[in-house]
């Protein structure tokens, strides 16, 4: 299930902060949506209570901590694999 924030705590390099979470996994993916709407993605690093730590891969520079909206995926990476890779 898709769960949607709008609003930043912080942000430090890679890295932005999100509270008032619920539901929230280890390693779930997201999809952060800028003011702009553009949109990158990022993997939930930490949880702790009502608090998540992401890392953005595509970098932070342009966020604005007010506007960008939080969209938690429910799910973590997946693959596509061959019959030939799994033998």
Known sequence: MIKEYKG??????PLIFIDNVKGVKYEELVEIELSDKTKRSGKVLEVHNDKALIQVFEGT???DIDKTKTRFLGRGIQISLSKDMLG
């Open 8 to 13: 930043l705590v912080n942000i430090v390099g």
């Open 61 to 63: 520079s342009g966020i």
